[in-house]
């Protein structure tokens, strides 16, 4: 089986123009077929500020209604996506920029609303695997950014992390996938305050301990549970890290 | 040699949702291959007044810095060309979206400053007709906004008339194509205050004498320009037009 990198990166990295810099440096270098996935970094929520359009948020999850949409759309789809393509042609790497729309990649339902509305937020039904494949058969780099769609017309927000996993879980029976998810530490920290506090390997054991800790929390607990839920569909290896850094295995 | 119709869509269109759904559901029906080109409508201008930042117009020129081509990147390649691209998805057209970066699909110079610096404007260079053959034969119809890269790592805005003509000129060597720009009005008017009042056919020699009449004037001159520079490198067809008319053939 060929191996496939999928790159998530995020955070702070995406608003550092020398931290991107290096990490798509590094990317350009990875040998064989390989994908990255981006989030919007602090672009999104400064250019709503600019306009006066409020940010909602509910329990930790912000609701994406129309304004919030289109500037998401411009900010990741349109801005963020097409400048890192632009760098990556610089490098000679063959990029594409996606939504879930384009080729219709990636379809999503917009999601039910229950206890409460979340807008425009799409939870992914389908991942296009025949397309993705037949691009890197063609030795094209397709970089998604976080804009998913219903087929119905309807443009939809999607986490970046919840992409990338969903496309190492889709594409793992025909690579042997390798998911790193980038951000602006250097992996997952024993000790907040101190970057060389790296914990090196986390097993569902370890993890455990951890959040019992509480060491791990707050919104490392998505990445991490996003991560084993990778390795339970057959993902080969799942690496949280940090420019600099080898990171923290995740491993079952 | 197949046909290949390349349709571009401008001016109070884009703005119009009623008015681009039409024009979307007719690209949807046209068979064989083909592809979209769209302007970015009043969007940018609109954005770039809320945002404070003032359009510096030189001869009637537009000049592109730093943040005006941020403002471009987000509203074409971002929210005008997605939204086009889920329109499309839902009629079952498989669009994909593209700058000039994506796919190095169209390579441009940043326009070199003589009398005035127009900025981050791009002349076109390269088109990439081996990328496009590749989309068409796998059904794919391409999208693309107006914006284009010098490969150097630096997006550029580039005139969507100018390349929607700079691609109909590059595949005519592979195709019999059929350039039509699409436009607010119904075709090139005799009288500007009457709709029904479109010229059926123009040729060099008309164009002369509606130039020296005042007939033709102002906007509609680099368009026709660009038409007959098409018409003279082996464009099969070229037609401006509006909804609802079957517009104004231009005829060497």
């Known amino acids: 089986m060929k191996k496939l990198s999928i790159l998530k990166i995020g955070g702070k990295v995406i608003d550092n123009q020398t931290e991107l810099t290096h990490i798509l440096k590094i990317f350009t270098k990875i040998k064989g077929?390989?994908?990255?996935?981006?989030?919007?970094?602090?672009?999104a929520n400064k250019l709503s500020k600019q306009l006066g359009i409020?940010?909602?948020i509910i329990e930790g999850r912000r609701v994406?209604?129309?304004e919030t949409l289109d500037i998401a759309t411009m900010v990741y789809a349109g801005l963020i996506n097409k400048?890192?393509?632009?760098?990556?042609?610089?490098?000679?790497?063959?990029?594409?920029?996606?939504?879930?729309?384009?080729?219709?990649?990636?379809?999503?339902?917009?999601?039910?609303?229950?206890?409460h509305d979340f807008g425009f937020a799409g939870d992914i039904k389908m991942v296009n695997t025949k397309v993705i494949k037949m691009l890197i058969k063609k030795e094209i780099v397709p970089v998604f950014c976080a804009i998913t769609h219903?087929?119905?017309?309807?443009?939809?927000?999607?986490?970046?992390?919840?992409?990338?996993?969903?496309?190492a879980i889709a594409l793992s029976p025909f690579y042997?996938?390798?998911?790193?998810?980038?951000f602006d530490k250097k992996g997952v920290l024993k000790d907040a305050q101190n970057e060389d506090s790296v914990i090196k390997k986390i097993t569902p054991k370890k993890y455990l301990a951890l959040k019992n800790k509480g060491i791990i929390l707050n919104g490392m607990i998505p990445k991490i549970d996003n991560a084993f839920?990778?390795?339970?569909?057959?993902?080969?290896?799942?690496?949280?890290?940090?420019?600099h850094s080898k990171g923290t295995k995740i491993c079952l």
């Open 150 to 167: 219903d087929q119905k017309g309807q443009l939809l927000n999607t986490n970046a992390d919840t992409i990338a996993s969903n496309l």
């Open 176 to 182: 042997k996938v390798k998911l790193i998810f980038h």
């Open 33 to 43: 077929p390989k994908i990255l996935v981006h989030g919007g970094g602090q672009k």
């Open 64 to 66: 994406t209604n129309k």
């Open 229 to 243: 839920h990778a390795l339970d569909h057959q993902v080969n290896k799942v690496i949280i890290s940090g420019n």
């Open 54 to 56: 409020p940010t909602n």
């Open 83 to 115: 400048q890192i393509i632009s760098q990556l042609q610089k490098h000679n790497t063959n990029s594409l920029g996606l939504t879930g729309a384009d080729l219709n990649v990636i379809k999503a339902d917009k999601r039910k609303v229950k206890k």
